[in-house]
């Protein structure tokens, strides 16, 4: 099996565009009987990932070292945007229910994985645009405004800066305050944004366009290709996934990667759709699973080419 994987992350070595990352295996993950195997996250450690269903219904913790499989919650859409506490520690995910008349409501919680304690941080509504999280707080945008929901009686600031969604157009909050900043143009649909470890750029996708890098206030936009499902692994390296499709089936995907100086590398296979990438940058590992219920680590650390 060692010799299989280092075998693979030589091929993927040499057939990249340029080197961003060394990659040194390739490893599937055992997944248990009985639960989902969409991988949507992994822990900043990287000694854990979270999995639900392919409709995003319930989620699973699983160690990735003894292999322990522990139910978080079988809640209906708690797999979408499911997201772990920088120390590893909660987990913050939504519930979706529905009103007598048939209206979709989220209800935003996080759960101590310690203690197993749930708390409840938004009430139902149907205005959840996104939200920001640290140690001590989920800051959830609703209608425009962030609140800081603390854990367990913590306190935190609102003057981060937040990203959201609101009618496909890209917001941005920084000390409570929330505009639209929809970067290449109002008129485009955006996904998937995402703050830089250090604070000072925004990553972003927009629909058939692909990723782009612009700074805080919209300025200095650097388009990075066609990738979706983009990941910061730092500041200047970017992870994501190059997909395909016929209209209904995703025939072809691949894992890429990117550095903000251009240099593009391809992560897998063609033989595996290889789908939504999750990056622990401190522990060297990309998570992704495929459409046939599969999952895998890479194993990668960054390249010291100039």
Known sequence: MRKAALALAAALTVGCWAQVFNVASLVPVQLPEDVGT???????????????????????????STGKAQNITRAAGAGYDARVSPD?????????????????MVTLRSVNLESGQHNELVAPTRSLQG????NQAALPVTRGQVAAK???????????????INNRQ????????????????????????????DGTKILYYVGA???????????????LGMMRAPQWWDDSTVVGMYDQDDGEFVYASRIVATNLKGDKQTLTPDS???????????????AFSTPSG?????????????
Not at 170 to 197: A, C
Not at 272 to 286: D, E, H, R
């Open 131 to 134: 939200m920001a999280l640290n």
């Open 294 to 306: 599969k999952a895998y680590i890479i194993n990668v650390t960054k390249s010291q080419q100039p």
């Open 209 to 223: 366009e692909g990723a782009f890098v612009c700074n805080l206030d919209g300025s200095n936009v650097k388009p």
């Open 170 to 197: 890209l917001m941005i909050s920084r000390n409570g305050k929330t505009r639209n900043l929809s970067p290449n143009g109002k008129e485009k649909s955006y996904l998937w944004p995402s703050l830089s470890p």
């Open 88 to 104: 590893g520690k909660r987990v913050v995910y939504r519930e979706n229910s529905f009103t007598p008349g048939h209206l979709r």
């Open 150 to 164: 603390g854990f367990e009686g913590k306190v935190s600031a609102k003057n981060a800066v937040v990203l959201s």
């Open 272 to 286: 595996l759709i290889a789908m939504y990438p999750k990056v622990s940058a401190q522990a060297g590992k990309i």
């Open 38 to 64: 969409k991988v949507v996250a992994i822990s900043g450690q990287g000694d854990f990932i979270l999995l639900t269903t392919d409709n995003n219904s319930g989620l699973t913790k699983l160690d990735l």
